[in-house]
């Protein structure tokens, strides 16, 4: 039964949020009318991944011509690629973008061979050895006009003051045309490049659906590399139920709020990270910096901690982090080797 797959046609109300999915196969109403607060218009565009009562659904194509023609417009995609001599500047380069109206669409932290590089980008537009030289973030993001709002935000004085003395063109690299996007984000979102991760003396993080939401995936990013630690394996997951109870089922039983937590991250995307220090207590040290479960008491007592900060309550609460040491590579193999060979 994992394996079924339904057709279902979704209505979205624009003038009061609400939502309704009919089942054309059986000709019947399948989810009567009614307000759905976690799905919003910028969610809704080919290949999004929405939850529906806990129900992951793919959009695979537009209702009619006009429905087509008004997302187009407002849903385009661009890559951006922060290379490694800027691996410091990424969370305040990704929320650079966020802050100027980018939403992220999918992320993956890998390394490119020089092979996959050059397919990537032409020798006249890049130099393919900048690429390939180590681990790079990439980034998916969507924005009305997005390929061209991009080059002019990269081209701006905010930017070349957060990456500093580094030059541009060593700092970042995004696509110089709307033709070549869709053939960018399906080589570096593919199967072929795969997210780097260790497995070895890490911690997982989390950010939340929420989190994402609200726009604080930036600046998330930003505090864990300020804080020293390292970013060895980073991509963007939707998950169902299934592998979000397999997740979470050490807290079965446990928290009170199992239930909240599993439905939290089957209501939107969540970027994974696999944490590294050189130290040998890297799960308990990222667990201090990460702060207590409920942010309200983070607030009161650790205000300086990352759910302190980004969290809203006890299940949007900005993060996950391993509370177990020894489930610290359990849980970095679960995303990065368990889901990539579920793909």
């Known amino acids: 039964m994992a394996s079924l797959v339904r057709k279902y046609k979704l209505f979205y ?22 307000k759905y607060d976690s799905i919003e218009l910028k969610d809704l565009y080919l290949g999004a991944k ?59 932290l890998c390394q490119l061979s020089v092979k996959q590089a050059s397919e990537l980008v032409t020798e006249a537009e890049e130099d393919v050895k900048s690429l390939a030289l180590d681990n790079v973030f990439a980034f998916e993001l969507k924005c009305k006009d997005a390929v061209s709002k991009l080059n002019d935000i990269c081209a701006s004085p905010m930017v070349r003051k957060i990456v500093s003395k580094i030059p541009l063109e060593a700092a970042l690299y995004t696509s110089k045309s709307a033709t070549d996007v869709k053939r960018q984000l ?4 593919g199967y072929t490049v795969v997210p780097s991760a260790t497995f070895n003396n890490c911690t997982m993080c989390c950010i939340k659906p929420q989190a994402i ?15 020293g630690y390292e970013i060895s394996g980073l991509e963007m997951f939707r998950l169902d139920v299934d592998a979000a109870k397999e997740f979470l089922e050490v807290y079965d039983t446990v ?12 209501e939107g995307p969540i970027i994974a990270m696999e ?3 050189e130290k040998e207590k890297t799960v308990p040290l990222f667990r201090e910096f990460a702060g207590p479960a409920d942010p309200v008491v983070a607030r009161h007592i650790r205000p300086h901690t990352l759910r302190a900060k980004f969290g809203k309550n006890k299940i949007e609460n900005g993060i996950h982090c391993t509370d177990l040491p020894e489930d610290g590579v359990l849980e970095s193999e679960f995303f990065f080797s368990i889901l990539q060979k579920a793909k």
């Open 255 to 266: 928290v009170p709020y199992y239930s909240g937590m599993v439905k939290h991250l089957t």
């Open 13 to 34: 109300h624009l003038g009061n949020g609400m939502i309704e999915m009919y089942d054309p196969k059986n000709r019947r109403t399948f989810l009567k009318k009614c």
């Open 275 to 277: 944490i590294r220090t």
């Open 186 to 189: 399906d080589l570096m979102f």
């Open 50 to 108: 929405i939850s529906v009562y806990s129900r992951l659904l793919t959009v695979v194509s537009y209702g009619d011509d006009f429905t087509r023609r008004s997302l187009q417009l407002a849903n385009s995609k661009t890559l951006c690629i922060v290379k490694a001599p800027a691996y410091d500047f990424t969370g305040r380069l990704l929320d650079c973008f966020i802050q100027n109206g980018f939403e992220v669409t999918n992320a993956k």
């Open 213 to 227: 939401k609200d726009g604080h995936a930036g600046k998330i990013l930003d505090a864990i590399l300020n804080d």
